[in-house]
Each structure stands twice: as structure tokens, then as C-alpha cells.
């Protein structure tokens, strides 16, 4: 542990700790699921610019250690899901964008001493979860355009 006991944080020590290799290989297995159902997606959709915005937004969470500066990538797959909501009102994908968004552009303080043990260094991650619901929401839009019944030119 980096701190005393009661220099720990909010939440305290973590309750299971579990071995670097375990902890490894879990991401690795999680990243390889991801990186298969975001080519299964690209299969199925060839032509669809989002998939590239599933791409980036996947090798950003691939390396969740970049610096800030590499998000700015991230720039393209928000301006694809935003041209993807056609209401002027608000809606959870709308919410759900903006949100994500936020977490992706604006510097939070992520550095905090009282985020590096326990479960309160799971908050330490702000763009990479941002990055991950906007990679959620690419692979929401694709699926359901494909989802959406045809506009009624059956013979």
C-alpha cells in the first residue's frame, strides 16, 4: 500500500488483491472480447463510418495509459454519434453521448491521492471509461440501424 491507514481514502483498501498476471489476463481476455465484437460489427456493416469510430475509440481503451493529448482523437467518433441523433429533443442516446463525452474531453482531478488505493481507484479512470460508452454507443448505433425494420418496400 502506498499510504498509511488513515491516509487510505474514502473506500478503503481493496478487498480482493489479486495477482498482476490475474489481473493482466482478465483485461487481455476483456480487450480480446471487445476487439472480436467490434470486427464481427465491422463485418456485418463494411460500409458504415462509425465502425472507424469503434476503432479508435478500441485503440484508445487498448492503451489506457496514453496521455491526455491522445484523446483529442476522439474528437471524430463524437462527431459521428452526434450526426447520428436526428431529434432536436433530448434523448438517453443523446444523454448518454454528452455525458460520455465529458468524461473524455474535460481533465478531471484523477490524480488524487485519494484515488490510488481501494475501490476509490476505479474513479481514476474517467477517459477511459468515457472512451469505453462511446465505444458502447458506436456499437449501439450500428446494431440498430441494422435492427430497424425496413420502410415497408416489401412485394
Known sequence: LL???QDQGVFGTSLVALPVWTARSIAGLVLIGFLGATMYIAHRHPADDLVVGAGILLSLCAFPLSQA????????????????LK???VKPEGLAVGIASLL???PL???S???????????????LYGALALWGLCIYFLTR???APASGHAR
Open 104 to 106: 473524455v474531453l474535460f
Open 113 to 127: 491521492h485519494l484515488l490510488f488505493n481501494g475501490w476509490a481507484a476505479v474513479l481514476a479512470y474517467p477517459k
Open 69 to 84: 493529448h491522445a484523446y483529442v482523437i476522439a474528437f471524430i467518433p463524437i462527431a459521428q454519434l452526434v450526426s447520428r
Open 3 to 5: 499510504f498509511s491507514e
Open 145 to 147: 440501424r441494422a435492427a
Open 87 to 89: 431529434s432536436r429533443y
Open 109 to 111: 482531478p484523477y490524480k
